[in-house]
């Protein structure tokens, strides 16, 4: 069974390809067809992300930088909400378009090196594997109960009370 560091890391290649692919795409037909899937599994992961590891980095292994890391996760995520709610507001491929998946991708990018230089690190420094593995395992169950996102509510998030309610 994959562990969560894991799934996380495989869900971030997948968006750098993603976005890649949008630098290769011709058309409007081209850029939907890419543009759509992607932008629903990055709101998908991030509610993945808030569901299933960040209430554990914050409760029972992460290291000291935990709440800190945390707020500026959620306000990473609902940044990226953001620029894909931005994009939806406008034409596939009009400037406005590219104006809100230019948010999302330069916020996802700097998202992605923070956690993957500092969150994930410090997750696997004080989670048990046993703790990574059902976590991997609730990840998996995760998106198998929310196909398409069904279910989900994929508005922004206060990093204050999400912390509060979580710790």
């Avoid at 992607?38 to 914050?58: G, K, S």
């Avoid at 935990?66 to 994009?87: F, L, P, Q, S, Y």
């Avoid at 939806?88 to 400037?95: F, K």
């Amino acid at each position: 069974m994959d562990e969560i560091t894991a799934l996380i890391m495989e869900d971030h290649h997948t968006f750098r390809v993603g976005f890649a692919r949008l630098d290769d795409a011709r058309g409007v037909e081209q850029l939907r067809a890419i543009w759509e899937p992607l932008a629903l599994h990055l709101d998908i992961h991030a509610d993945a992300e808030e569901e299933i590891l960040y209430p554990h980095l914050l409760t029972d292994s992460g290291g000291d930088d935990a709440e800190e890391e945390t707020d500026d996760a959620i306000r990473d995520h609902n940044k990226i909400r953001d620029g894909i709610v931005e994009a939806a507001r406008h034409e596939v491929g009009s400037d406005g378009w590219w104006a809100g998946v230019w948010t999302a991708r330069t916020e996802n990018s700097e998202h992605l090196a923070e956690e993957e230089d500092e969150v994930l690190p410090d997750f696997r420094k004080h989670a048990s594997m046993e703790l990574r593995i059902e976590l991997g395992a609730k990840w998996l169950r995760f998106f198998a109960e929310h196909p398409q996102g069904k279910g989900l509510d994929f508005s922004n998030k206060d990093p204050k009370k999400y912390i509060a309610e979580h710790e």
